[in-house]
């Protein structure tokens, strides 16, 4: 994407101001928070619709996956962004992995500047202690209400109530959520390269290889609710079409190399050993040759770019 020249009469990093605007119904208007962005200078404005209880975000999450090092993620407000300081912490660790920057309006946070980081380390230390207390509280409750004789808990699940049921289970699809969306640069990259020429259970194999924890079936129901936000396209879920051996092993050494291009042949052929998969020829030892023969005819059939 193209960058805005650079100003040497700024302190700030060259790159884009990308302004996000968030309110909470369809009916409220973001026009407000666009004007205070554009005047700081976003050309580019992300607007969305979502609870400030929820970590489900779609257009957020698609902006921290597709921004680039050097841009900055511009809010009016804290609140705009994140639900918690854990929440914001999560979201500014993302950016910073990508080499992008973050800078709220109203706020003493922008990462661009040492007093901005000074305020975030702040906030980090305020957040650590706030779990703290909160664990301490949490076992002070529990001690006392069985010194009295009653069960910790929330009473309305002990007793199978429908109302308290159903905010257990919307906290626990927002918790999901969450979780999903944190770790998702780590393994929908992966699943986008491979699906669905690929099987679930391939895919999960390939990425514990690279040390995540997934079965096929976590796999195929964490994707499915990707989707469902907006977050990935649908022909992800699509059924994986019967493949001939040789093919099906194409495709899966594709998915490793595209997944790392760093790793050597022999590397390749050793993740291949680990998942014992049989070489073409139905043996167990992979040779770099064999690994570089199913590359070339991946990269003859458009699975991956020619260099």
Known sequence: MAKTPHNHSSRRPQGRQIGYARVSTD???????EMELRSAGCETIVREHGSGASRARPALAKIVR????????????????????????DVIE???????????LSDPIDTTTPQGMFSLQILGA?????????????KAGIKAARAKGRMPGNPGIRERRPDALAKMTAAQKAAYGARL???????????????????????????RQRGLDWTPERLRRAVKWIVSEGMADKSLLRKSPPRPAEDRLMTLV?????????????DIAN????????TPRGGTKWAPSSVKNLIDRAKRSGLLEVA
């Open 27 to 33: 009916e409220q208007a973001t026009e407000a928070q």
């Open 66 to 89: 597709e921004i680039d090092a050097g841009d900055t993620l511009v809010v009016v407000r804290l609140d705009r962004l994140a639900r918690s300081v854990s929440h914001l912490l």
């Open 271 to 278: 993740q291949l050993e680990r998942l014992h998969e049989r």
């Open 181 to 207: 969306q944190s770790s998702a640069n780590q393994w929908l990259p992966i699943v986008r390269r491979m699906r669905p020429d690929h099987t679930w259970d391939d895919i999960s194999r390939v990425l």
């Open 94 to 104: 993302d950016l910073t992995a990508k080499g992008a920057h973050f800078r709220s």
């Open 254 to 266: 594709a998915g490793i190399h595209s997944s790392n291009p760093e790793l050597t042949l022999r």
């Open 126 to 138: 305020v957040a650590q202690l706030e779990r703290a207390l909160n664990s301490e509280r949490t």
